[in-house]
Every structure is written in structure tokens, then in C-alpha cells.
T-cell receptor, first 117, second 112 residues
Framework: DSGVTQTPKHLITATGQRVTLRCSPR?????VYWYQQSLDQGLQFLIQ???????AKGNILERFSAQQFPDLHSELNLSSLELGDSALYFC????????????????FGAGSRLTVL | QKEVEQDPGPLSVPEGAIVSLNCTYS??????FMWYRQYSRKGPELLMY????GNKEDGRFTAQVDKSSKYISLFIRDSQPSDSATYLC????????????FGTGTKLQVIP
């Protein structure tokens, strides 16, 4: 158990629907990252939050949104789903203290597997 | 052009072989270089990281960084079936909470 909790583990839904993925970061970590992993694209950075504020944005579609709450858990909302959104969605958290030489070491959750039919 | 390029493999080797995994990158600002291992149906986990150029050894694993060539490598000595996984290189331009950019991963299979 990495300490990063993601729910749900699996989700099957239809095109056009909306889903919410939830992430609880490792205890003490203030930063949360969302990544999308598909077979042909690898691990794609979506968005990063630090202590409730958006810090960096990657290749996140306008149909997707995220937020980090005061208790530091984060939610990724995916709307108007398309077949191509089927993927593994990973949440990761980090804290500078954990990388003793300053590296931003990410701890990943087990992922949420989304299937859009 | 992607910031980080990694041969997707798959790479299949016999047990005991030396494995070489590589990534190239284009962003000269990258300072931290990491290798993550991802087992099937699991999240990636950090294997090791290096700062700037040079080598770092951890047991059977050695990470090398050549910033002049923008090329990093991970060597696995005496490979074991338990090393079968996808290996992802990752990089960031500084520490703290900076964005980490991943390669697409190389799938490795070690055959007993």
C-alpha cells in the first residue's frame, strides 16, 4: 500500500456521461498530481495541485476538471465522455521532504480504470 | 517532438542477463532524473533517482545520466523474473513540487 488511495478502482460508463475520480494523498503530502495512462500515449500529465491551488496544467481537455479540497483530497471530473477517454487514471502525491536531495518524488496510487462504452 | 523519448519495447531477456534501458530528452533544463517501475495493474513506484550527470548504483541497478548527450540509462545486472515490469524514465527541471515528465515506458520480460 503506497498510502495514496484512489476510488473507484474500476468504472464502466457510456459515452456522454460524467464521472468523478477521487484521490486521497499520502499523509503529509501537500501536492497532488493527476496522470492519464493509455496504451499508445504512456503516462500523460494532466494537472497538479499544491495545498488547494492549481500549480501546473498539462494536456488536460476542457471536458476535464479537477480540484483539491481543504482536507487535501482531490477529485478529477471527466464529462461528455468519449471512447478515447478510456484509460487508467493515476493520482500521485509528493512532499519535498521525501526526496532528500530535492527530487520531486511522486508516490502513485493504484489507479482508476475507466472504460467508456 | 516529445520532451522525453523511450523505446516501448517489449524487451525479452533470459534470467541473469544484463538489461539496458534508455531514454533521450530534449529539455536541457531537466536536472533530476528518475526511474519508476510499474508492475501490471499497479501504480508506478520509484526505483531510483539521480541529480544532474553521473552514475548511481543501488544493488543490481545502476542509473547513468549523460547531460551532454541528453541521454539516460538504467542497467539491471543479473536480471530476475521478478524484474519483469514496465520501466518508466521521468525527469524534472528542479526539485520541490515541479512537474515531472515521464517517458512512455519500456516493457521488460525476464524469462526463467
Amino acid at each position: 500500500d503506497s498510502g495514496v488511495t484512489q476510488t473507484p478502482k474500476h468504472l464502466i460508463t457510456a459515452t456522454g456521461q460524467r464521472v468523478t475520480l477521487r484521490c486521497s494523498p499520502r499523509s503529509g503530502d501537500l501536492s497532488v498530481y493527476w496522470y492519464q495512462q493509455s496504451l499508445d500515449q504512456g503516462l500523460q500529465f494532466l494537472i497538479q495541485y499544491y495545498n488547494g491551488e492549481e500549480r501546473a496544467k498539462g494536456n488536460i481537455l476542457e471536458r476535464f476538471s479537477a480540484q483539491q479540497f481543504p482536507d487535501l483530497h482531490s477529485e478529477l471530473n471527466l464529462s461528455s465522455l468519449e471512447l478515447g477517454d478510456s484509460a487508467l487514471y493515476f493520482c500521485a502525491s509528493s512532499s519535498p521532504r521525501r526526496g532528500s536531495s530535492g527530487a520531486n518524488v511522486l508516490t502513485f496510487g493504484a489507479g482508476s480504470r475507466l472504460t467508456v462504452l | 517532438q516529445k520532451e522525453v523519448e523511450q523505446d516501448p519495447g517489449p524487451l525479452s531477456v533470459p534470467e541473469g542477463a544484463i538489461v539496458s534501458l534508455n531514454c533521450t530528452y530534449s529539455n536541457s533544463a531537466f536536472q533530476y532524473f528518475m526511474w519508476y517501475r510499474q508492475y501490471s495493474r499497479k501504480g508506478p513506484e520509484l526505483l531510483m533517482y539521480t541529480y544532474s550527470s553521473g552514475n548511481k548504483e543501488d544493488g543490481r541497478f545502476t542509473a547513468q545520466v549523460d547531460k551532454s548527450s541528453k541521454y539516460i540509462s538504467l542497467f539491471i545486472r543479473d536480471s530476475q523474473p521478478s524484474d519483469s515490469a514496465t520501466y518508466l524514465c521521468a525527469m524534472s527541471d528542479s526539485g520541490g513540487y515541479q512537474k515531472v515528465t515521464f517517458g512512455t515506458g519500456t516493457k521488460l520480460q525476464v524469462i526463467p
